[in-house]
């Protein structure tokens, strides 16, 4: 079957780190585009990052630039995002979505929440 | 960086059809053919359903439509049925750094 699993979530203290991860089965994560997505409780979803097959060009929506960091483990499927300098407004589930490059969304995993609070 | 304009709420009862509205700009419903739909219910992850203003994916009904006019693009769901209760939120790419804009999303009541 062709899925997504996030893993990784969890309660953090504003300030602290976590590291995403987003296994995938049934297909090679390193052909396709793998963005980040976040979805704050009862808000739509936003774009938080994307992870191009050749791993060239990693955009960053702005509010996370410099704290966030998408790479890939080719050998282990998985793609990862390490969220540092956590803050309050990043509570979110956050969910990896294969892309047809950056157009849309075919494949979601099912979430991973993160819960920044002090 | 701005979301699209969505409804907050829409309902119609089994057989019915409804449109929700999706309201951008220039810079990215009315310059790009690249609006998506996405069909979410309570805690599940999104679906889509619409990709590219007008095309289905494979095994999505034919009961779900998309269309656009200038900046405004639109999703209807025709032959409403129990099941598609959901919360629907619009996607568009915005090019250069914007990137992707989602829609605050429109709860959809069958009732």
């Known amino acids: 079957e062709v899925q997504l699993v996030e893993s990784g979530g969890g309660l953090v203290r504003p300030g602290g780190s976590l590291r995403l991860s987003c296994e995938g089965s049934g297909f090679t994560l390193s052909s396709g585009w793998i963005h980040w997505v976040r979805q704050a409780p009862g808000k739509g979803p936003k774009w938080v990052a994307r992870l191009k097959s050749d791993g060239s060009n990693t955009p960053y929506v702005d509010s996370v630039e410099g704290r966030f960091t998408v790479f890939r483990d080719s050998a282990k499927n998985t793609v990862y995002l390490q969220m540092n300098s956590l803050r309050i407004e990043d509570t979110a589930v956050y969910y990896c979505a294969r892309g047809v490059y950056d157009r849309h969304f075919d494949l979601w995993g099912r979430g991973t929440l993160v819960s920044v609070s002090a | 960086q701005s979301a699209l304009t969505q409804p907050a709420s829409v309902s119609g009862s089994p057989g019915q059809s409804i449109t929700i509205s999706c309201t951008g700009s220039?810079?990215?419903?009315?310059?790009?053919?690249?609006v998506s739909w996405y069909q979410q219910h309570p805690g599940k992850a999104p679906k889509l359903i619409i990709f590219e203003v007008t095309k289905r994916p494979s095994g999505v009904s034919s009961r779900f439509s998309g269309s656009r006019f200038g900046d405004t693009a639109s999703l209807t769901i025709s032959g409403l049925q129990a099941e598609d209760e959901a919360d629907y939120y619009c996607c568009s790419y915005a090019g250069g750094t914007a990137f992707v804009f989602f829609g605050g999303g429109t709860k959809l009541a069958v009732l």
């Open positions: 220039s810079g990215d419903i009315g310059h790009y053919n690249l």
